[in-house]
């Protein structure tokens, strides 16, 4: 039972803070703007697309989400999302991830890299119901159910056609060939060998230099892959933090409860005790009384010195379970105060 306590305290506050990279819900009033991508069908603005809609875009529409942050920080950012007609997104790459469920993309904040604050999220992204766009971008990072999940796509079609050009012009040449005057000083036969120039361009085995640039670069991708997801540390570290402020509130709960059965059974016996002490204040001969009141009853263990001293044995039961509690709830408290840092640091 304890236990199963402990846990449902401790997923209810990890679950409490998951949502740091998730939209939770779409309440921005302001009009849809549309751009070169999505053209608004009417009135000039965009109207505004319920989310269980995107996955079923009919062909030549789009949906954008767009963020609306205060730039004083006055009010909270808030999402919206927009449909009209597909404009031109040749600029731009499909970018998918799969085996993810296109749902969870709608309301997962997009990042262009790991390592990045969790409001530094893109501010406008597009949807088709197949893949994800955001301008400039060919690779995205999401967080899906607290991991994070690489988009990736092919390059942008426009890219893909400039290539082709590029790859199917053929260099520029001159048609004629300068013929050379032998009385012109300043002109040289092609036939002659220039000692004056050489050739830079002949191959050069420097095998070990490339491996050292590639171990340069993979060190330097390794440290970024270590070291430049900060938020996602801070992010695992409150939620750390937040398991331990649960366990801890969970154990001051339980040694509160055992300080309360102590100073209960220590309130009974101290009644007991007064009522006793009471009754041989009014006998006329009270040390007589006390003597014989602190003497075993035949074979039975009960006296009253015996029952002050389970009076004491409470007291310092109640008093042990007290500072175990107080210790609970205060390493529950720094934890919640580390965990609410961290995740709006």
């Given at each position: 039972?304890?236990?199963?306590?402990?846990?449902?305290?401790?997923?209810?506050?990890?679950?409490?803070?998951?949502?740091?990279?998730?939209?939770?819900?779409?309440?921005?009033?302001?009009?849809?703007?549309?751009?070169?991508?999505?053209?608004?069908?009417?009135?000039?603005?965009?109207?505004?697309?319920?989310?269980?809609?995107?996955?079923?875009?009919?062909?030549?529409?789009?949906?954008?989400?767009?963020?609306?942050?205060?730039?004083?920080?006055?009010?909270?950012?808030?999402?919206?999302?927009?449909?009209?007609?597909?404009?031109?997104?040749?600029?731009?790459?499909?970018?998918?991830?799969?085996?993810?469920?296109?749902?969870?993309?709608?309301?997962?904040?997009?990042?262009?890299?790991?390592?990045?604050?969790?409001?530094?999220?893109?501010?406008?992204?597009?949807?088709?119901?197949?893949?994800?766009?955001?301008?400039?971008?060919?690779?995205?990072?999401?967080?899906?159910?607290?991991?994070?999940?690489?988009?990736?796509?092919?390059?942008?079609?426009?890219?893909?056609?400039e290539e082709t050009v590029a790859a199917a012009t053929p260099a520029a040449s001159s048609s004629e060939e300068e013929e050379c005057d032998e009385y012109d000083p300043d002109c040289e036969d092609e036939d002659e060998e220039d000692y004056t120039s050489y050739n830079t361009s002949a191959p050069v085995d420097n095998t070990s230099a490339d491996d050292r640039d590639y171990a340069a670069s993979d060190a330097a991708n390794d440290v970024g892959d270590r070291f430049g997801i900060a938020d996602e540390v801070r992010f695992w570290a409150a939620v750390a933090l937040s398991a331990v402020a649960g366990a801890g509130i969970v154990m001051g709960v339980l040694n509160h409860s055992k300080a309360g059965e102590a100073q209960d059974a220590y309130d009974e016996l101290s009644e007991i005790n007064d009522k006793v002490l009471s009754v041989c204040a009014a006998d006329a001969n009270p040390d007589k009384c006390r003597a014989v009141m602190s003497e075993k009853a035949g074979n039975s263990d009960w006296s009253l010195a015996n029952m002050q001293k389970r009076m004491d044995e409470n007291k310092a039961t109640h008093d042990s379970y007290a500072t175990a509690r107080n210790i609970w709830f205060g390493v529950a408290a720094g934890a919640i105060a580390g965990a609410v840092v961290l995740f709006v640091w």
């Amino acid at each position: 039972m304890k236990r199963s306590l402990l846990m449902v305290l401790c997923l209810s506050v990890v679950s409490a803070f998951a949502g740091v990279y998730d939209i939770e819900e779409f309440s921005a009033k302001d009009a849809g703007t549309p751009d070169d991508y999505i053209v608004a069908e009417f009135g000039g603005t965009l109207k505004v697309a319920p989310a269980d809609e995107v996955e079923t875009l009919q062909e030549g529409r789009l949906v954008v989400r767009q963020k609306f942050e205060d730039p004083f920080g006055e009010s909270e950012t808030s999402y919206q999302l927009y449909q009209g007609g597909k404009g031109d997104l040749s600029s731009m790459t499909a970018l998918t991830a799969e085996g993810v469920d296109y749902s969870k993309l709608i309301s997962a904040k997009l990042y262009e890299r790991r390592g990045m604050s969790a409001d530094k999220d893109v501010e406008k992204v597009y949807f088709d119901g197949k893949a994800v766009y955001a301008p400039g971008l060919t690779t995205a990072i999401v967080f899906i159910d607290g991991s994070p999940v690489t988009l990736k796509g092919d390059a942008p079609a426009a890219e893909e056609e400039e290539e082709t050009v590029a790859a199917a012009t053929p260099a520029a040449s001159s048609s004629e060939e300068e013929e050379c005057d032998e009385y012109d000083p300043d002109c040289e036969d092609e036939d002659e060998e220039d000692y004056t120039s050489y050739n830079t361009s002949a191959p050069v085995d420097n095998t070990s230099a490339d491996d050292r640039d590639y171990a340069a670069s993979d060190a330097a991708n390794d440290v970024g892959d270590r070291f430049g997801i900060a938020d996602e540390v801070r992010f695992w570290a409150a939620v750390a933090l937040s398991a331990v402020a649960g366990a801890g509130i969970v154990m001051g709960v339980l040694n509160h409860s055992k300080a309360g059965e102590a100073q209960d059974a220590y309130d009974e016996l101290s009644e007991i005790n007064d009522k006793v002490l009471s009754v041989c204040a009014a006998d006329a001969n009270p040390d007589k009384c006390r003597a014989v009141m602190s003497e075993k009853a035949g074979n039975s263990d009960w006296s009253l010195a015996n029952m002050q001293k389970r009076m004491d044995e409470n007291k310092a039961t109640h008093d042990s379970y007290a500072t175990a509690r107080n210790i609970w709830f205060g390493v529950a408290a720094g934890a919640i105060a580390g965990a609410v840092v961290l995740f709006v640091w």
